[in-house]
């Protein structure tokens, strides 16, 4: 006698009715018609993905952003269509921990001064746009939907970099971070593209991830040429916004790719080798002087904004690990008065981590590893050869070093990650079907 769970073939029940999950089981070949995801769904999710970068471009209409109407669409098209299987997303794990997460910060937000849910309304936002992306990534096709996606946004942006500053910025020369910091500025002036830069680059960086994801799974030679040379192409485009944290968001992405499909192969080493000496011969060499964290004081027009706030993250420490300050109080007279002032603006710690802390004190930054926690139990066993797993595992392990680069917990990013993970450990890899699998030779993500 067998069973399905979520879709999913599973072993033969014992006659204490136990499941037998011990072995590798692969979907059914022809699901049910709720579980496999339709075209419309398909390019809903490469669509909410690819025009992410969009977001601060495009001008907000009574308040709500351009990625708020995209979200909108998605959440309109669950509502008519798919609101049965929100039954089966909403309690899951990730978001119960979140739940979790959010009354805690409700209640320590009442205790402070100049109270204000505006930040805890953002990330409520940001569960639910996670729950409705999880809904439609319920089968490989959706999942692959989602990385194409990833892929699709780092290759426009870096088009649009590669044609509009590459040549600016490869004609200047910087011998240290104030030199580069000036290159960046003039370069960047007038891009016709509104966004912040650093995030910006954080498009590329996930593209390059899902490039060498796909490219060193691939088998056939000539479609691993071509994921590759995508790789390379989204890791000058990482490059060129002369970002520190891309960087190490690409850095991180691709080593958790690289390490779980195994650093010591020829295959491997012969990629890295050959992707090392391209971007060393093509990224202009100015980029690499802002490379480095500058720690001089700070000098009017010369400011390291980073050194700055971290300064006052460390230095206000005691003031707020306990109970924090609150979301409210910070951004008026406590952050001025604790080094967060800037002008006439109070500045954000750029590490959602700390900026959780500063907020909601110890019990904040707990729940945010809670959230973490959950996703990282989530993770697909057996990625060693399987295009897809490896996709997830860097586009969602980039998160972590993102989340160290900005303040916003409710971050449209942050949203699209935690669904497309929850969709693929609901739906596609169902826990109980590769917590006790081995591994097993799948083929390509192309294809699949």
Not at 345 to 354: E, I, P, Q, R
Request: glycine share 10%; proline share 4%.
């Amino acid at each position: 006698m067998q069973t399905w769970i979520s879709g999913m073939k599973t072993g033969p029940v014992s006659r204490s009715g136990s499941i037998s999950i011990g072995r590798q089981v692969d979907p059914p070949a022809s699901p049910a018609p709720w579980y496999r995801t339709t075209r419309v769904e398909q390019w809903l999710l490469v669509a909410t993905t690819s025009l992410q970068p969009l977001e601060k471009h495009v001008p907000s209409v009574m308040g709500f952003g351009f990625m708020s109407f995209v979200f909108g669409v998605l959440a309109l098209y669950v509502l008519w269509n798919r609101v049965g299987l929100l039954d089966k997303v909403w309690m899951n794990p990730v978001f119960v921990a979140g739940y979790g997460f959010l009354l805690v910060i409700s209640l320590i937000e009442f205790t402070h001064p100049h109270t204000d849910y505006f930040e805890i309304l953002r990330i409520v936002q940001m569960f639910i746009g996670a729950m409705f992306v999880a809904v439609l990534c319920r089968d490989h096709a959706g999942l692959r939907a989602g990385m194409y996606g990833w892929l699709a946004a780092g290759l426009w942006v870096t088009v649009f970099l590669l044609a509009t500053t590459y040549s600016n910025i490869s004609a200047m020369t910087a011998m240290n971070f104030t030199e580069a910091n000036e290159v960046r500025e003039q370069a960047f002036d007038d891009i016709g593209l509104k966004a912040n830069l650093n995030t910006l680059a954080f498009f590329p960086a996930q593209g390059a991830i899902v490039a060498l994801a796909l490219g060193i799974a691939e088998r056939s030679f000539m479609r691993r040429s071509v994921f590759l040379g995508l790789a390379l192409t989204c890791t000058i485009g990482a490059f060129l916004p002369m970002s520190r944290g891309a960087i190490m968001i690409l850095g991180v992405g691709c080593a958790a790719v690289i390490g779980v499909y195994g650093l010591l192969r020829g295959r491997i080493i012969l990629i890295l080798a050959l992707l090392s000496i391209a971007i060393m011969i093509v990224v202009p060499e100015a980029v690499f002087s802002r490379l480095v964290y500058k720690t001089q004081s700070y000098e009017p027009g010369k400011l390291e904004g980073r050194t700055l706030v971290y300064t006052a993250v460390v230095e206000s420490f005691p003031d707020y690990v306990l109970a924090g300050a609150g979301a409210g109080n910070f951004w008026k007279a406590w952050g001025r008065r604790h080094g967060f002032g800037y002008e006439r603006d109070v500045l954000g710690s750029h590490n959602v981590f700390a900026q959780a802390t500063i907020y909601w004190g110890i019990l904040g930054l707990l729940g945010v590893l809670g959230v973490i926690w959950q996703v990282f139990r989530r993770f697909p066993r057996a990625c060693e050869t399987d295009a897809l797993k490896l996709c997830l595992l860097g586009t969602t392990v980039s998160l972590l070093p993102y989340m160290t680069t900005m303040h916003l917990l409710y971050a449209k990013e942050l949203s699209l990650g935690l669904g497309l993970m929850v969709g693929a450990s609901l739906w596609v890899w169902p826990r109980s079907t590769v917590a006790a699998s081995t591994p097993k030779t799948n083929r390509a993500l192309s294809s699949r």
